[in-house]
């Protein structure tokens, strides 16, 4: 049931200063950190990354949003952490995230105004959406030597 997942805060999360303040929810709920840096990608790495939007309208969108600065990367360990970490991010447009969500806690715009400006709807975090991505996205973004299994303080009363 101990599962590994992906969440990158994006360049506006990392923008506005939010990379303390994300990072403690999943402290907060018990995750470990198990790896994590600070990456500027560039286009190529991108379309690998949404490899499964590349053909979409909205892809050249989200292309310039993910590679306008550097995103933090980290791998989160913890049971049911795939499902766990969706369930605190929140749905993809920050209009419908619920208060509580990081979505909807910290944006609040919608795909009708990001499409009618032109730009990828900003919504703070990418986080795998199920454990097949979730592997594949592991992969693809941390060597096995960066990935660190170690005890926190408080496994013993959230695990
Ligand atoms: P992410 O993969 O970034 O965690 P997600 O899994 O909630 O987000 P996806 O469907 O994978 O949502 O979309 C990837 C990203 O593409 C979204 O986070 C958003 O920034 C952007 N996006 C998705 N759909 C649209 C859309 N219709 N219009 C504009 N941008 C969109
Ligand atoms: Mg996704």
């Given at each position: 049931?101990?599962?590994q997942t992906?969440?990158?805060?994006?360049?506006?999360?990392?923008?506005?200063?939010?990379?303390?303040?994300?990072?403690?929810?999943?402290?907060?709920?018990?995750?470990?950190?198990?790896?994590?840096?600070?990456?500027?990608?560039?286009?190529?790495?991108?379309?690998?990354?949404?490899?499964?939007?590349?053909?979409?309208?909205?892809?050249?969108?989200?292309?310039?949003?993910?590679?306008?600065?550097?995103?933090?990367?980290?791998?989160?360990?913890?049971?049911?952490?795939?499902?766990?970490?969706?369930?605190?991010?929140?749905?993809?447009?920050?209009?419908?995230?619920?208060?509580?969500?990081?979505r909807g806690?910290?944006?609040?715009?919608?795909?009708?105004?990001?499409?009618?400006?032109?730009?990828?709807?900003?919504?703070?975090?990418?986080?795998?959406?199920?454990?097949?991505?979730?592997?594949?996205?592991?992969?693809?973004w941390f060597?096995?030597?960066?990935?660190?299994?170690?005890?926190?303080?408080?496994?013993?009363?959230?695990?």
């Amino acid at each position: 049931m101990k599962e590994q997942t992906l969440v990158l805060i994006k360049p506006d999360g990392v923008q506005r200063g939010l990379i303390g303040e994300l990072t403690t929810r999943f402290e907060k709920a018990g995750l470990t950190i198990i790896g994590m840096k600070m990456v500027w990608i560039d286009k190529a790495f991108a379309k690998k990354h949404y490899s499964a939007h590349v053909k979409k309208a909205f892809y050249p969108t989200l292309e310039a949003m993910i590679t306008e600065g550097p995103v933090v990367a980290m791998i989160l360990e913890g049971v049911h952490a795939v499902e766990q970490v969706r369930k605190m991010v929140g749905p993809t447009e920050p209009r419908k995230a619920p208060p509580g969500t990081i979505r909807g806690d910290y944006a609040h715009v919608s795909y009708e105004y990001a499409d009618k400006k032109g730009v990828a709807v900003k919504n703070l975090i990418h986080a795998s959406g199920n454990k097949a991505e979730a592997k594949d996205e592991i992969k693809l973004w941390f060597k096995k030597q960066e990935l660190h299994s170690y005890q926190t303080a408080h496994q013993k009363h959230t695990m």
